[in-house]
T-cell receptor, first 116, second 115 residues
Framework: AQKITQTQPGMFVQEKEAVTLDCTYDTSDPSYGLFWYKQPSSGEMIFLIYQGSYDQQNATEGRYSLNFQKARKSANLVISASQLGDSAMYFCAMSIYGGATNKLIFGTGTLLAVQP | NAGVTQTPKFRVLKTGQSMTLLCAQD?????MYWYRQDPGMGLRLIHY???????AKGEVPDGYNVSRLKKQNFLLGLESAAPSQTSVYFC??????????????FGPGTRLTVL
């Protein structure tokens, strides 16, 4: 079965430090995409970063990087130099091509609190 | 450029009432989706559309209907609301670039309470 697992319900990090949010996935499909979304307290879902299953290099977007370990089926999000505005819920998601379009499967999320 | 917008932002219904949630996108995206988010859970796909005039069922379609009469709009209907449909509803859209690589962009959500 296709599944995303986020084992950290909540995390604390000091401002300016780096933090890693864990995500493991399960699929037998060789073609898939991995996404991270941020959901601040205001509620909207903000796309952060994408990694394709065939991509050789880890994806980076500014302070966000995705640590992709295919053999371990993990796609951890690394946030460098945390800021107070990074406090939010973070969701890992996997896309599987469903024949007509890709369908996103979400994890249960990790609530990150950045402390001053 | 507003992206994906949703109307209304909040709504309270009584059991058995009906309502329609409207999603609009101005990015000329071909694909649109409706998700629901419940406490302690990630988003789950209700219905989706791969183009004007098309709709398909997602993971949790029961109790909902959808229509895509115009490319930019995707409507989600509840014919007879039930307390189990209390949730936050998100609309998303994407541009088909190649199977699993499509990035979905989300609206701000609609918080629905069914009493």
């Amino acid at each position: 079965a296709q599944k995303i697992t986020q084992t950290q319900p909540g995390m604390f990090v000091q401002e300016k430090e780096a933090v890693t949010l864990d995500c493991t996935y399960d699929t037998s499909d060789p073609s898939y995409g991995l996404f991270w979304y941020k959901q601040p307290s205001s509620g909207e879902m903000i796309f952060l970063i994408y990694q394709g299953s065939y991509d050789q290099q880890n994806a980076t977007e500014g302070r966000y990087s995705l640590n992709f370990q295919k053999a371990r089926k993990s796609a951890n999000l690394v946030i460098s130099a945390s800021q107070l505005g990074d406090s939010a819920m973070y969701f890992c998601a996997m896309s599987i091509y469903g024949g007509a379009t890709n369908k996103l499967i979400f994890g249960t999320g990790t609530l990150l609190a950045v402390q001053p | 450029n507003a992206g994906v917008t949703q109307t209304p932002k909040f709504r309270v219904l009584k059991t058995g009432q009906s309502m329609t949630l409207l999603c609009a996108q101005d990015m000329n995206h071909e694909y649109m989706y409706w998700y629901r988010q419940d406490p302690g859970m990630g988003l789950r796909l209700i219905h989706y559309s791969v183009g004007e005039g098309t709709t398909a069922k997602g993971e949790v379609p029961d109790g909902y209907n959808v229509s895509r009469l115009k490319k930019q709009n995707f409507l989600l209907g509840l014919e007879s609301a039930a307390p189990s449909q209390t949730s936050v509803y998100f609309c998303a859209s994407s541009d088909p670039q190649g199977a699993w690589t499509d990035t979905q962009y989300f609206g701000p959500g609609t918080r629905l309470t069914v009493l």
